[in-house]
């Protein structure tokens, strides 16, 4: 690194930390590869939420979700909640975010007004005209679909159009549609949104080495998060029949877990009590009952999901090297939450606080700053992004940043920089608030006003099959590790300044 870095952000949505190349070879990134042997593997990464807006709206503001305001799904983080972009405004870089923000909730609510709501992505001359700034980002070019939701338009759309590809609407859902695709997205490769995120992404990094900036540029991809669904000819690129089926182990006993989890392997499974008439619902809380057939072809569909964003990922690391930036820039990848694929039987995110769903890929790369080829297990969060972006450039870190510094885990200088980590989970406000504490060994969920839980032995039992929240010989370890969650609770918390006189 000979000058003041510059950062670049990738990342995917709903990724598995076991669908990456380097850690399973039934599913190829050789892009992501290069990348990881180029820098160093984080084996404890973790989302401080496992779902989109609260982790998203952490990773820009350096705070966890019941500090940011964006706490749940059908929420947003309110636009005066100190963001990174600002500060890297104030001191010279030029930031952008190019793909999925999901800082906001799909409904422009008249109190809480979003414009990442409906019917405002399609209207293109509104995106015409507003490319920012949004949430610090000078810059924003953005899309909201998964596939071929119809929430399909905003600066993606725009670019379609421009390409000529006037019936992009076509391959995509109208509102209200229920015959999705399935599995071959009839979109052509050239005109899929990762197509744009790259070609777009590689744009503004030419502009920025033109002009000598410094940047933060996020590039933000909305796979491989389903529906499963992705262009020929990654639909085949992998043969469902030779493609491993997560299952449930066979000591797994899910009546010694909450409720929810055993009602989850019924066929009509009742629900009701977290579904109280208006509200929204819980993410995952239905039958997570599947067909084993069609799940490897849904796995089989993941992985090329998978493998064709790392194809364009590889395109923007190839600029980076074309314009001779790639020393000086930080390039980190990761995801904001996991995914489940049959993993103890369940096939959707919700309040299911395994490793499948809270722990993440994550990869950090800057030559001769970052020790290539290197894989840690010191436990990282993603709410420590923006102040370890901050860090790598010099710039102070604001005193509303609850997030850790990890500059020194990544240059090799420090074995860790947390001992333990906390996801959030306040997903149906009044009936449904988890948090699970991690440290070395243990994993604890606890429920709100509830007297079920889990504690997990992550040393001896990695595959979360025995919960010891009941077991007698566990009693005086669940109330080491509530004492401990309570410390870690009172340390997060922001100080927004310092103390600078008695009284």
Same mark, same amino acid.
């Given at each position: 690194m000979k000058k003041k870095p510059n950062v670049l952000l990738i990342t995917s949505d709903q990724h598995h930390w076991m669908a990456m190349g380097y850690n399973n070879p039934e599913v190829k990134t050789p892009n992501l590869d290069r990348l990881a042997e180029s820098g160093m593997i984080f084996d404890r990464a973790y989302c401080p939420n496992p779902t989109c807006t609260p982790t998203r709206a952490s990773i820009i503001s350096g705070m966890y979700p019941s500090q940011h305001g964006g706490y749940s799904l059908g929420t947003k983080m309110p636009e005066d909640v100190h963001t990174v972009g600002e500060d890297f405004h104030q001191n010279g870089y030029r930031s952008a975010l190019i793909g999925k923000a999901h800082f906001q909730q799909l409904f422009d609510h008249p109190q809480y007004r979003s414009i990442e709501s409906n019917p405002l992505q399609s209207n293109l001359d509104f995106w015409r005209e507003f490319n920012g700034p949004f949430y610090g980002f000078d810059h924003i070019e953005l899309t909201r679909n998964h596939a071929d939701e119809f929430h399909a338009g905003q600066h993606y759309g725009i670019w379609m159009e421009e390409k000529g590809f006037s019936n992009w609407r076509e391959h995509f859902q109208t509102p209200g549609d229920t015959n999705r695709q399935q599995h071959k997205w009839t979109i052509p490769e050239e005109f899929h949104y990762s197509t744009w995120i790259a070609e777009r992404t590689n744009a503004m990094l030419d502009e920025y080495a033109e002009n000598e900036d410094h940047f933060f540029l996020w590039a933000s991809f909305p796979d491989p998060h389903p529906a499963y669904l992705v262009p020929e000819p990654w639909d085949t690129m992998y043969d469902p029949e030779k493609i491993t089926v997560p299952t449930m182990h066979e000591d797994e006993d899910f009546s010694k877990m909450p409720p929810h989890f055993a009602k989850t392997q019924e066929e009509n499974p009742d629900f009701s009590e977290y579904h109280p008439e208006g509200s929204f619902g819980c993410h995952g809380f239905s039958s997570h009952l599947h067909d084993r057939k069609e799940m490897s072809k849904n796995i089989a569909v993941y992985y090329g999901m998978v493998s064709l964003m790392d194809k364009y990922i590889g395109k923007i690391l190839d600029k980076l090297d074309e314009l001779g930036l790639r020393e000086d820039?930080?390039?980190?990848?990761?995801?904001?939450?996991?995914?489940?694929? +049959?993993?103890?039987?369940?096939?959707? %995110?919700?309040?299911?606080?395994?490793?499948?769903?809270?722990?993440? &890929?994550?990869?950090? =790369?800057?030559? +001769?700053?970052?020790?290539?080829?290197? %894989?840690?297990?010191?436990?990282?969060?993603?709410?420590?992004?923006? &102040?370890?972006?901050? =860090?790598?450039? +010099?710039i102070e870190i604001p005193n509303s940043m609850t997030g850790v510094d990890q500059k020194a885990v990544f240059t090799g200088e420090a074995v860790s920089a947390r001992d333990n980590i906390i996801v959030e989970n306040h997903h149906q406000p009044e009936l449904l608030y988890t948090k699970t504490y991690v440290n070395d060994c243990y994993k604890l969920t606890v429920y709100m006003n509830r007297a079920y839980g889990e504690i997990f032995d992550l040393k001896n039992d990695p595959g979360e099959t025995k919960n010891l929240w009941d077991e007698p010989e566990s009693q005086e370890l669940k109330k080491d590790l509530l004492l401990k969650f309570m410390h870690a609770e009172m340390a997060k918390e922001p100080l927004h300044m310092p103390r600078v006189w008695g009284a």
């Open positions: 820039t930080l390039v980190v990848f990761t995801t904001d939450h996991g995914h489940f694929f +049959g993993q103890h039987g369940l096939v959707a %995110k919700g309040a299911f606080h395994y490793e499948d769903m809270i722990k993440i &890929p994550f990869i950090a =790369s800057l030559p +001769g700053n970052i020790p290539a080829n290197s %894989k840690t297990d010191s436990m990282l969060s993603l709410v420590d992004l923006a &102040p370890t972006f901050l =860090s790598y450039c +010099g």
